[in-house]
């Protein structure tokens, strides 16, 4: 039974990130790492975006890039102010080919295709078994989520990000390609928060994406009906399909964190790693491999990790309000954005404001949503 220094459980978003800056660091080459998964990473499976006003270590493999976004309800279209901030894509497949180009530079990092079934924390060791082999770490980080443990309580709500995206050319030009639709809350909401997600790469080609915020998700057949009836509305004069992409995204502010062990880390959606009030995963997971990182480098115990914060509580009165009146997320968010400066909402979001300037996002949202869900879970923590 081979043992490792470090053991990745799924090699996912968060474990490519963290096990990429672990090698670029130089802090750990003397320790061997083993990445364990059941898919190869040799597809283009999905894309990130995320908003940013400063460079990264990602830029190189940045697909495309705005400085706006249109953000529609069913009353008006508003062009967003960036204010320095640029909204940023990475397909899933250029983010794979980067870290493994680096990984395989190191002689003690490992990448082996096996499922992990099963991982307990010992003590003195952890003990990981796959599909075929069992292995040994001091410390792993485990990025597989387990939707039972969020589903096993009611104190914490839990709503899904979950949609269909189509990558489509079209007969006519009927895109923008230096604006994407962030949201488009003009469609027919049916009781839910529903929204078209469109990223232009040319006039007439894009990914448009049927995305809910919902408890449930749908029969496959409703999302593509929206994405036709939404291209139709658009006179594409018709169009083929290049590609699609499907996904469903835990909105939980449930404690991940509870279940970690002096020796197993969760990390990712398994960590809480994904924001919450949004969906969004590319760059709270950034930022949280960064803190991981630095975490390592000083102690030894995972259970001091990480600790519940005032944006936690935001994005938990959020979905406290979404989980009961669902279809709010319209009213919500086109009150956010409503003055169409984004950038004080962005930085809100990343959770890097004072809290004089989380105030004057929140005040924009409608009040009394807000303090009937902030009393009711005051009564319930």
């Known amino acids: 039974m081979k043992h490792y220094d470090y053991i990745f459980a799924g090699s996912g978003l968060s474990s490519l990130m963290t096990a990429y800056k672990m090698a670029i660091s130089g802090k750990f080459a003397n320790k061997d790492i083993l990445l364990l998964d059941y ?19 990602w830029d190189t493999i940045i697909y495309r890039r705005w400085d706006t976004a249109r953000f529609a309800n069913e009353t008006r279209s508003t062009d967003l102010d960036f204010g320095g901030y640029q909204y940023k894509m990475i397909r899933g497949i250029d983010f794979y080919n980067f870290v493994f180009a680096e990984l395989r530079k190191h002689s003690n990092i490992e990448f082996i295709n096996q499922k992990v079934i099963d991982y307990k924390d010992a003590g003195t060791n952890v003990l990981v078994e796959t599909a075929t082999e069992s292995y040994t ?16 309580q009611n104190k914490y709500p839990i709503l899904q990000q979950h ?21 488009d809350f003009s469609i027919p909401q049916k009781g ?68 970690n062990t002096k020796n197993i880390l969760n990390i990712g959606s398994a960590g809480g790693w994904t924001k919450a009030s949004t969906g969004y995963t590319f760059r709270n997971a950034d930022k949280k491999s960064d803190e991981l990182i630095t ?87």
Request: proline letters at 5%; glycine letters at 4%; hydrophobic letters at 40%.
């Open 137 to 152: 770490c001091n410390r792993l980080f485990n990025s597989i989520y387990n939707r039972e443990l969020p589903a096993s």
């Open 163 to 183: 949609f269909i995206g189509w990558h489509v050319k079209t007969n006519a030009p009927v895109f923008d390609p230096a604006k994407p639709t962030f949201m």
């Open 295 to 381: 975490y390592l480098l000083k102690e030894k115990d995972f259970t001091g990790l990480y600790k519940r914060n005032r944006f936690w509580f935001y994005d938990l009165l959020l979905l406290d309000i979404l989980s009961v009146k669902n279809l709010m997320g319209g009213t919500i968010f086109s009150a956010m954005f409503r003055s169409g400066k984004a950038a004080p909402v962005f930085k809100f979001l990343d959770e890097e404001t004072s809290f004089a300037e989380e105030l004057k996002v929140i005040w924009q949202c409608p009040k009394a949503l807000f303090i009937k869900a902030l009393f009711k879970r005051i009564t319930n923590l």
């Open 39 to 57: 898919n190869a990473k040799q597809e283009n499976d999905r894309t990130w975006c995320f908003w940013q006003k400063d460079n990264s270590i």
């Open 192 to 259: 839910n928060t529903r929204f078209m997600y469109v990223l232009p790469f040319a006039e007439d080609e894009a990914i448009v994406e049927y995305t809910l915020f919902s408890k449930d998700l749908l029969p496959v057949e409703e999302y593509e009906q929206a994405i036709e009836e939404y291209l139709k509305n658009l006179s594409t004069s018709g169009y083929s399909v290049i590609a699609e992409e499907k996904g469903s995204i835990p909105m939980t502010s449930y404690p991940f964190w509870e279940n």
